[in-house]
């Protein structure tokens, strides 16, 4: 296995590290109980029966974090505040009351959240080899041999920011080869080094300095044996590059990326190289088709002379066991592999690319009749262009501010409100039975009223309902959808310590009837202040679930699309006046690879057309995407043709203004002015310093004035002093000053 889930089976390590950063535990206990966590790792999988098992895959936050400080990359706004080696990296992630958070972005086309590694010129790279013995050490101690897992310092280095990162490379590979100096002379065999970052579209003077990294590393006189991973697509250019270096195994994505055989096949023989066959899916739940793995593993045996089977990348990405799932739809249980799962896959097919192919059980057969809905195929069938257009933009603008009257640089928020205790307490209660659903309803409705009462008086212009009775924005919707099923235990981690947990979709998508007017409305009859309804886009809804795997994705969003837009239109007839379709995911999903990237965005914008496009001039569509850097992206935003987008831009300075106007984006935008992934509490200034240099590159009357994301991991206390000055800094903007 290329990595494996590290927060536990029952997210044991969010739980202690949200203890020890509320002080409830101390850390000596979050270090056993992560220590804990890793020891059952290495044994489950040791006793699998796996020939290799994977180690430093293990952290309290996240893998990129733990690289930058292996590699001693640690800006120096940090290293100042002189805390401890664990508390630096939590002040890394998190901000401290004086020191904004690194960057949090996505890691490639996933959910996961990495933080992105700051480089410039002065950055001393030092190795600190200490995480990474002792896991093995400690592994060693309970008779398991580990592979330590670390991100290859080219993948490192294109992930970074800064002041040209990759012309650091020469520098870091000589803290790595210290690194891994290291490792040899503490015996380990074997290291993996990951450069996803391969798999999408590279200069040549990058994979040329791949080239040279891996042999300088390989000349190494003392260094374990070095497995060069890749995932999410495949290496293209790279893989010749890399077969030309010392290293002793390359691995292949080979369900992201089915091409790598033939890339294979055309660099000719490869001898003394072991090729690592990513042939069990580490991104989707599905069981693996085990006899078309084993064909595709025993065309790779012609071609190289050793080969191993792997998962497709780290297991990160999927739940933990799915033993641990035990009201899930026998139908849906019976084809699925969750991590613990696709490890017995991993060994079975080793086994039998060994030995083979006749103790390798069939697939599960085809998908029930029962899980086919042929109203809903009938209506996509008869859908028209004008299904997924609306009138024009200055046009519509026009005829919203005649019914919504906002004033210049409208204040608003993405929508979630503070998850607090007593709502968590709320959902407990009612999945334990002790509260009837009626009670809960009652309980949610008194938050809505509070949350709108909260908003009135801070003076937002834009008000939501607080999103109290979703426990997760997917989740919610897949528990309405027919064709999703929930898990139960089925956590996946996020960011840091906070997990989801996707539904799974498994047949066709309809809607049996309205999932959110009641709440919307509720909320709208309580104040005179426009209400925005609140959606999941179908991207967002396909990117944050397990999707099938059956039919193309583009089928699969246009029947979520239709769902949505039947919401959409029912919002509208109940009085919601905004309706916000949030599309936060909509890059995760694009391909690595331009080739692939242009079709991907043409279904992925005429869904949210289809959801959106239904409603009348009057009704604004708000749309909200969680990052910033959206560069040549720029021109599929504007094609959703959202009256409204708002998007990540505090992290990132505000830098996403310069490309709006190059890109012509004409349409309202919000970038986010302050970071609602950090407890720490924006100061007025930094708000009015953000908007005037909004203002500055967007004309007054398209911009709106919002934090960067919702607010539910926040508390109320941070959340109404940061509104606060946020409405504050929208006036003081407004009236000039
Ligand atoms: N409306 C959602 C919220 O505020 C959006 C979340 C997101 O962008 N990830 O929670
Ligand atoms: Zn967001």
Redesign the pocket.
């Given at each position: 296995m290329l990595g494996y889930p590290r927060i536990g089976p029952d997210r044991e390590l969010k739980q202690a590290v949200e203890a020890y950063w509320a002080g409830r535990i101390d850390a000596g206990q979050l270090e056993r109980t992560a220590a804990g966590l890793r020891a059952d790792v290495w044994r489950d999988l040791h006793r699998a029966g796996l020939t290799a098992v994977p180690s430093n895959t293990s952290s309290y936050y996240d893998q990129v974090l733990d690289a930058a400080v292996a590699v001693g990359a640690i800006p120096d706004r940090f290293r100042r505040l002189g805390l401890s080696p664990l508390d630096t990296s939590f002040a890394m992630a998190r901000g401290t009351a004086e020191e904004p958070a690194m960057e949090l972005t996505k890691w490639f086309n996933t959910n996961y959240h990495y933080l992105v590694p700051e480089i410039g010129p002065d950055t001393v790279f030092a190795a600190e080899p200490e995480k990474i013995l002792g896991e093995y050490a400690e592994a060693l101690a309970l008779g398991v041999t580990t592979r330590p897992v670390l991100i290859g310092p080219a993948t490192f280095l294109l992930l970074a920011k800064g002041d040209n990162p990759f012309g650091r490379l020469g520098d870091l590979v000589t803290a790595y080869a210290d690194l891994l100096t290291s490792l040899g002379d503490a015996g380990v065999p074997w290291v993996q080094l990951d450069e996803p970052a391969y798999c999408a579209d590279r200069t040549q003077a990058e994979i040329d300095a791949l080239r040279a990294t891996y042999t300088y590393l390989g000349g190494l006189p003392r260094r374990p044996r070095m497995f060069v991973a890749s995932y999410f697509g495949d290496l293209g250019d790279a893989l010749p590059a890399l077969l030309r270096t010392p290293v002793e195994a390359v691995g292949l994505d080979l369900v992201a990326g089915p091409g790598g055989l033939r890339r294979l096949a055309a660099c000719g023989p490869i001898p003394g190289k072991t090729i690592v066959a990513g042939l069990v899916d580490g991104r989707n739940v599905w069981r693996t088709d085990l006899r078309a793995a084993a064909a595709i593993g025993a065309q790779l045996k012609g071609l190289a002379d050793d080969v191993v089977v792997s998962s497709s990348c780290s297991l990160l990405h999927v739940p933990a066991d799915l033993a641990a799932e035990t009201s899930l739809d026998a139908q849906v249980r019976a084809r699925l592999a969750f991590a613990r799962q696709k490890v017995d896959e991993v060994v079975l097919l080793g086994r039998a690319l060994r030995d083979g192919v006749a103790t390798l059980p069939a697939r599960p057969g085809p998908a029930p009749a029962a899980w086919r809905d042929d109203a809903v195929r009938a209506r996509l069938e008869a859908l028209r262009p004008e299904h997924t257009s609306r009138g024009p933009y200055p046009q519509r603008a026009v005829a919203q501010q005649a019914r919504l009257r906002l004033p210049e640089l409208p204040t608003t928020?993405?929508?979630?409100f503070p998850q607090t205790d007593q709502l968590r307490q709320a959902r407990a209660d009612r999945r334990a039975g002790r509260l009837d659903p009626a009670g809960y309803a009652e309980r949610m409705r008194a938050e809505v009223e509070h949350v709108i009462r909260f908003q009135e008086r801070l003076g937002l212009d834009v008000l939501?309902h607080g999103?109290p009775e979703?426990n997760d924005?997917v989740q919610y919707f897949g528990e309405q959808l027919t064709g999703f099923a929930a898990t139960e235990h089925g956590w996946v981690q996020s960011y840091g310590s906070r997990c989801v947990r996707p539904p799974i979709l498994h047949g066709d998508v309809a809607r049996p009837g309205p999932m959110t007017v009641a709440w919307s409305t509720y909320a709208q009859s309580l104040t005179d202040r426009p209400v925005k309804g609140?959606l999941?886009g179908p991207v967002?809804l396909l990117a944050r679930s397990f999707v099938r795997a059956d039919q193309p994705l583009a089928d699969t969003a246009r029947q979520v699309a239709l769902a949505l837009r039947d919401e959409c239109h029912d919002l509208e007839m109940a009085g919601i006046r905004v309706i916000?379709v949030?599309e936060?995911?909509l890059r995760e999903l694009l391909p690595p690879r331009k080739t692939e990237q242009r079709v991907y965005l043409t279904w992925a914008v005429e869904a949210f057309r289809l959801a959106t496009s239904g409603v009348a001039d009057a009704t604004q569509i708000h749309t909200?995407?969680?990052y910033s850097e959206l560069g040549e992206f720029l021109p599929a935003i504007a094609a959703l043709d959202a009256d409204v987008t708002s998007i990540e831009a505090s992290r990132s300075k505000m830098e996403i203004l310069d490309d709006l106007g190059a890109a012509g984006f004409a349409r309202g935008i919000g970038p986010g002015v302050y970071d609602i992934h950090s407890p720490r509490i924006p100061r007025q200034a930094e708000i009015t310093d953000a908007l005037r240099r909004a203002v500055a590159a967007v004309p007054a009357d398209r911009l709106w004035v919002n934090p960067d994301?919702?607010?539910?991991t926040r508390g109320y206390a941070e959340v109404e002093q940061s509104l606060a000055r946020l409405v504050a800094a929208a006036a003081q903007i407004r009236a000039g000053a």
């Open positions: 928020t993405v929508g979630s939501v999103e979703r924005m609140m999941t967002t916000q949030d936060p995911a909200h995407l969680c994301c919702g607010l539910k």
